[in-house]
């Protein structure tokens, strides 16, 4: 079985301790503690080597949505937060930080472990309102490192277009793939072409790029 490595990031070692004890079996291997994203950088830079991030974030403030963007340029770990709440304004800057995943800590341990499951496996784990929550940052300067820019006229084409829209509908590549009547590996090959044309670091800004360029999700039957 794959196993991963998790460092967990927050200033609450009590808290930090129990979310230890909650995922350390199975797949995931609890590896370091850090009270911030810089004291993260500092052990990644001392030869630390997270699969997976784990960030408690307290209350979206400016300084830790920073710390997210430095998190995304300093490793190529997945990141997920972890809220007190599913606030609008720290959820659509978290995504644009850099963030894979934006989780809210009140979740059952079962939707918890699942949901980091399906992050390391590539996945978007949204909460059931982020279409509304992610509209509102359309009108927010970016906050990514790399910012998400339109492509040339036509260069997305209309299966490229679907991917995106059922991407917004949640959809993992599994479902796009029985959805569209094509192969998940054709899925993830279209999923590929569409970051390198719109300038996208991972899944999440797909979507914000998506919304912010007017595509809706995609129903299927």
């Not at 934006?102 to 390391?120: A, D, W």
């Not at 339109?150 to 793939?177: F, T, Y």
Request: net charge positive.
């Amino acid at each position: 079985m794959k196993t991963w490595n998790v460092m967990l990031v927050d200033h609450d070692r009590l808290f930090s301790a129990a979310l230890a004890t909650l995922i350390g079996g199975g797949p995931f291997r609890v590896s370091a503690h850090a009270a911030s994203a810089d004291d993260a950088l500092d052990l990644i830079a001392e030869g630390d080597r997270p699969d997976l991030i784990v960030l408690a974030l307290q209350d979206g403030m400016p300084e830790e949505i920073a710390g997210i963007r430095r998190l995304r340029e300093g490793t190529s770990a997945r990141i997920v937060v972890l809220a007190d709440t599913i606030a609008d304004r720290s959820l659509s800057q978290s995504l644009k930080a850099g963030a894979d995943a934006y989780l809210n800590k009140s979740m059952s341990s079962e939707s918890l472990l699942r949901s980091l499951r399906l992050v390391m496996l590539g996945e978007v784990v949204y909460p059931t309102n982020v279409a509304g929550l992610l509209m509102a940052a359309v009108n927010e300067r970016p906050l990514s490192p790399t910012p998400i820019t339109m492509p040339p006229s036509g260069d997305l084409s209309k299966r490229e277009v679907q991917i995106l829209r059922c991407l917004l509908a949640g959809q993992s590549n599994k479902a796009i793939a029985r959805n569209l009547h094509i192969t998940e590996s054709t899925v993830k090959m279209h999923f590929k072409n569409v970051m390198r044309k719109i300038n996208a670091q991972n899944r999440t800004q797909a979507a914000v790029w998506a919304i912010q360029n007017g595509l809706s999700p995609l129903v299927t039957a």
